[in-house]
T-cell receptor, first 116, second 111 residues
Framework: GAVVSQHPSRVICKSGTSVKIECRSL??????MFWYRQFPKQSLMLMAT?????????EQGVEKDKFLINHASLTLSTLTVTSAHPEDSSFYIC????????????FGSGTQLSVL | SQQGEEDPQALSIQEGENATMNCSYK?????LQWYRQNSGRGLVHLIL?????REKHSGRLRVTLDTSKKSSSLLITASRAADTASYFC???????????FGGGTRLMVKP
C-alpha cells in the first residue's frame, strides 16, 4: 500500500514558539493532503485540505494564520503551528490518497504536540 | 462536523469472542470505509464497502451496509489481543477523497 511519512512523531515546545510538522507521500504523488486534529479518546476533526500549488482550504473555525499550511510539491505538505499555546496541544495527523480512482486515505503516524 | 455516530463508544471483550461495532450516518453515500487506529498512531484502512453492496468480508472482518437505515456494522470474529485499537467508520464528503469520521469505538480485547 501507499506510504505516508509524518515527522516529528512527538514535539514539546514552549508557549509562543512555532512548530512545523511535515507530511510526505513516499511512493505516490498527492495533489491533495488532509490535516486532522485529534483529542484524547475522540475522533479526527478535519482542520484543512492542503492543495499542491495553491492555498489550503480551512474548515470553519480553524484559524488559517495560526495553522499555516504549505504544499509546495506533490509529495510534501507542512503544517506550522504558529505562536503555540497550551490549548494547541493535541495529536495532529496528515493523510493523502494517490487518487485516480483510489478512494482510500493513507495516514501518517501522527505528531503529538505538547506546548508547555 | 462528524457524519457518523458509532456505538458502542467502548467495548471490552475476552480473546476469542466476537466484537461488533455499529456506525450510523446522515447523508447519502457511495461508499463507507472502516479504519483502525492503534493508540498514538495514524489510521490504517481496513475495508471499503460500496453503496450497492450489502456485505463484505476480509479475513476475520465482516462489514455490512444498510443504506435504507443509513447504518453499517463491523464484525471482528475470533478476536485477539492484538485487535485492541480504536475503530472508525468514514464516509465521503465532497470531492477529492475527503472523508468524515465517526466518533469511533475503542475496543479492548483481554487475553
Amino acid at each position: 500500500g501507499a506510504v505516508v511519512s509524518q515527522h516529528p512523531s512527538r514535539v514539546i515546545c514552549k508557549s509562543g514558539t512555532s512548530v512545523k510538522i511535515e507530511c510526505r507521500s513516499l511512493d505516490f504523488q498527492a495533489t491533495t493532503m488532509f490535516w486532522y486534529r485529534q483529542f484524547p479518546k475522540q475522533s479526527l476533526m478535519l482542520m484543512a485540505t492542503s492543495n499542491e500549488g495553491s492555498k489550503a482550504t480551512y474548515e470553519q473555525g480553524v484559524e488559517k494564520d495560526k495553522f499555516l499550511i504549505n504544499h509546495a510539491s506533490l509529495t510534501l505538505s507542512t503544517l506550522t503551528v504558529t505562536s503555540a499555546h497550551p490549548e494547541d496541544s493535541s495529536f495532529y495527523i496528515c493523510s493523502a490518497s494517490p487518487g485516480q480512482g483510489n478512494e482510500k486515505l493513507f495516514f501518517g503516524s501522527g505528531t503529538q504536540l505538547s506546548v508547555l | 462536523s462528524q457524519q457518523g455516530e458509532e456505538d458502542p463508544q467502548a467495548l471490552s471483550i475476552q480473546e476469542g469472542e466476537n466484537a461488533t461495532m455499529n456506525c450510523s450516518y446522515k447523508t447519502s453515500i457511495n461508499n463507507l470505509q472502516w479504519y483502525r487506529q492503534n493508540s498514538g498512531r495514524g489510521l490504517v484502512h481496513l475495508i471499503l464497502i460500496r453503496s450497492n453492496e450489502r456485505e463484505k468480508h476480509s479475513g476475520r472482518l465482516r462489514v455490512t451496509l444498510d443504506t435504507s437505515k443509513k447504518s453499517s456494522s463491523l464484525l471482528i470474529t475470533a478476536s485477539r489481543a492484538a485487535d485492541t485499537a480504536s475503530y472508525f467508520c468514514a464516509t465521503p464528503r465532497g470531492a477529492g477523497n475527503m472523508l468524515t469520521f465517526g466518533g469511533g469505538t475503542r475496543l479492548m480485547v483481554k487475553p
